[in-house]
């Protein structure tokens, strides 16, 4: 009889071949003579011979090549073959710094059954600190409660994920963990920062269309606002929003994209959710962060505070 799969580590790929390859020589360094940790692969329909590298490694990855890029529904399908309790998902330019981190996940998750997801800490290659708005500001270093993860680095329970419907797979790319994190904490469970969970994210310079950077985030978010917020309250945050991603049509040119992601965002069916009081006022910095009014007090309280220590205020 086999041995227990503990962990299922689980990451997408698409046209990064170097980065690939990196991510799975790391993996290999860290579990590859884990009995209790299987890795998944899943291709996006590379074409710069990602796929073949994968089906190389099928003496201890499992992969799966697609013939087209189906965004995160091509980790969904990775999610269905998991046998693992939990759930490790890493992008194609991400990896664990070391087993330590595959072996806190386990630990945490085994020991805390109110927590559903663990937040790894998120690093670039330099050991920088990636910095995101749902880490509460307090030390870095602290374990606390967080209210969503970085897609990169984060662990989850398989059959809560399972439970959620994996990622939203309309959603193709971004804002997808958000959607999940809000899931997580409908269900009462927990999301937790572990700092001692470090994931490396190369942040690969392998280019990425820029129009993507313009259609999914404003089309998705647009969707999250809809769907959880009420009448008129959301009026005022889609507006927000959709100034911010005309901003960013505007810097980048991709006039065209931004009104596809604006029938998409205001015409597409999204069904709405009610969402209790209490988590309303968990996200509220997620709403604040589509807010034109809260960017520009965040902005200016940035200018001042930049101003005093240039003058040698503390």
Not at 249 to 276: G, M
Request: hydrophobic letters at 40%; one cysteine or more.
């Amino acid at each position: 009889m086999g041995k227990h799969i503990k962990l299922t580590i689980v990451f997408l790929n698409f046209n990064r071949l170097q980065d690939t390859i990196q991510t799975v020589k790391q993996l290999k360094t860290i579990c590859y003579n884990r009995k209790d940790i299987e890795v998944i692969a899943v291709d996006n329909g590379s074409t710069d011979g990602t796929d073949q590298f994968l089906e190389s490694q099928s003496d201890w990855i499992i992969s799966l090549s697609l013939r087209d890029n189906l965004g995160i529904e091509g980790l969904n399908l990775g999610f269905d073959m998991a046998k693992g309790e939990y759930i490790l998902v890493l992008d194609d330019d991400s990896h664990p710094l070391s087993i330590d981190t595959v072996n806190i996940v386990i630990k945490t998750l085994d020991k805390h059954k109110d927590v559903g997801v663990v937040a790894c800490k998120i690093e670039s290659e330099d050991r920088t600190f990636f910095r995101t708005w749902h880490i509460p500001n307090i030390n870095i270093s602290m374990k606390c409660e967080s209210l969503a993860f970085v897609g990169c680095g984060f662990a989850i329970r398989r059959e809560l994920f399972k439970k959620i419907g994996w990622f939203p797979a309309k959603y193709f790319l971004y804002q997808n963990e958000i959607y999940v994190a809000i899931k997580i904490r409908e269900l009462g469970y927990k999301i937790y920062y572990e700092p001692n969970c470090l994931v490396i994210h190369r942040n690969s310079p392998v280019s990425r269309p820029s129009w993507r950077q313009v259609f999914y985030p404003t089309r998705n978010t647009v969707w999250l606002l809809r769907e959880y917020l009420p009448f008129p309250i959301s009026a005022y945050y889609i507006f927000s929003r959709l100034c911010f991603g005309f901003i960013r049509a505007f810097e980048s040119r991709e006039y065209k994209w931004y009104l596809k992601a604006l029938k998409e965002a205001l015409f597409c069916r999204v069904k709405k959710a009610h969402l209790s009081l209490e988590l309303y006022k968990e996200f509220i910095i997620l709403w604040h962060q589509n807010s034109i009014f809260h960017q520009i007090k965040w902005a200016l309280a940035s200018k001042n505070k930049n101003r005093y220590n240039k003058k040698g205020f503390k």
